[in-house]
């Protein structure tokens, strides 16, 4: 059943991926606590729950590397366009430079140096804006040696990568 979170909604509290500011500045309005769960968007002064998203980037490394693999790469959606700007107002996703920062420090504890793609971005809701993000990852694959441990920062962007590889 489809409930609407409108003015007239009285819940014990919100668990919300990402909202707008006048979301947010209603629930405030109605003492409706919230937790968001994604590093864009505003908040309102609501907590936000969050990865470590370094610790992702070090985790990575360290799989890739024990892998015995000695190139290596990162692929990201590193801005991404929304109809609604205040969700990532041009500029380079959070989770991604965070997971890059702890990919590329281990890698480099280690002499190793990834290339990196931060994929530029593309509006997501018209109709042929994956296709032109399967081709930017094709066209950034094929540049890479042979073998490659790639780290793809999440998991819309890395199924992309398995089509594409495919």
């Not at 919300?16 to 409706?32: C, V």
């Not at 996703?93 to 931060?118: I, W």
């Not at 809701?125 to 790639?150: H, I, N, Q, T």
């Amino acid at each position: 059943e489809k409930v609407e979170i409108t003015t007239g909604w009285q819940g014990d509290g919100l668990i919300l991926y990402r909202a707008t500011e006048e979301e947010l500045a209603d629930f405030k309005k109605r003492n409706i606590p919230v937790v968001l769960l994604s590093t864009e968007g505003p908040d309102a002064g609501y907590r936000r729950v969050l990865p470590d998203n370094h610790a992702a980037g070090c985790a990575a490394a360290k799989h890739l590397m024990g892998l015995g693999h000695d190139s290596f790469a990162f692929l990201a959606r590193g801005e991404t366009l929304y109809k609604s700007k205040q969700f990532i107002p041009g500029e380079q996703r959070t989770y991604a430079k965070e997971r890059l920062a702890g990919f590329q420090e281990t890698l480099a504890e280690n002499d190793f140096e990834p290339t990196v793609c931060m994929l530029p971005g593309f509006p997501l809701w018209k109709k042929d804006s994956w296709k032109k993000v399967e081709r930017a990852v094709y066209d950034f694959l094929s540049d890479l040696p042979s073998p490659c441990g790639l780290f793809a920062t999440d998991d819309a962007l890395a199924s992309v990568v398995l089509r594409v590889a495919e």
